[in-house]
């Protein structure tokens, strides 16, 4: 199953946009802000997904992934 995480806003989160154990999906034409840590977060093993034409605006971290999570296209996204 592929999800797709498209055209919504996310504010006022710690993670606004948290993948976990994810993988193949699709997360574009966000706006997140005013994000405690990560706008956007690949953890734990999400690979293999495509991450762009985001916006992110006062996320502390981000775009952000962890060490075991590859083959990840991240591309076109703003950070302000």
Known sequence: MI?????NNV???VKCIFLSQSHNNEV???TVS???????YLYH?????KV?????INATEGIEYSDDSMGN???NNIMQ
């Open 3 to 7: 999800l797709v995480a498209r055209n």
């Open 11 to 13: 504010h006022d989160e």
């Open 28 to 30: 574009y034409g966000n």
């Open 34 to 40: 005013n994000c405690e840590s990560q706008g956007i």
């Open 45 to 49: 093993n999400s690979v293999e997904n």
């Open 52 to 56: 762009y034409n985001n916006t992110l």
């Open 73 to 75: 296209t991240i591309e």
